[in-house]
Nanobody
Framework: QVQLVESGGGLVQPGGSLRLSCAAS????????MGWYRQAPGKQRELVAA???????NYADSVKGRFTISKDNAKNTVYLQMNSLKPEDTAVYYC?????????WGQGTQITVSS
């Protein structure tokens, strides 16, 4: 019921910054929480950051202090500000929306951190 469109991925130098955006459309009233996950080659998908409808946030230990998740309710959009990027942050990043009984995923966007 919810469609998620991601933008903002690309190639960045170590120490650089990127901002990902995820715009939700459809049955947005049903969204309990949204988050960003990532999957690097040869690794399982992991939670990066999440934000509930009430604004509470959660971060993976590996990104605390560097990444910030936020939302703009008027635009139905969630953002992930990524600072001080490291090569180990290289992965496909996926936006997701938790509707309680249904988890919706964006198409994924590649983040490559390399010099």
């Amino acid at each position: 019921q919810v469609q998620l469109v991601e933008s903002g991925g690309g190639l960045v130098q170590p120490g650089g910054s990127l901002r990902l955006s995820c715009a939700a459309s459809g049955s947005i009233f049903s969204i309990y929480a949204m988050g960003w996950y990532r999957q690097a080659p040869g690794k399982q998908r992991e939670l990066v950051a999440a934000i509930t409808s009430g604004g509470r946030t959660n971060y993976a230990d590996s990104v605390k202090g560097r990444f910030t998740i936020s939302k703009d309710n008027a635009k139905n959009t969630v953002y992930l500000q990524m600072n001080s990027l490291k090569p180990e942050d290289t992965a496909v990043y996926y936006c997701n929306a938790d509707q309680g009984t249904l988890i919706c995923w964006g198409q994924g966007t590649q983040i490559t951190v390399s010099s």
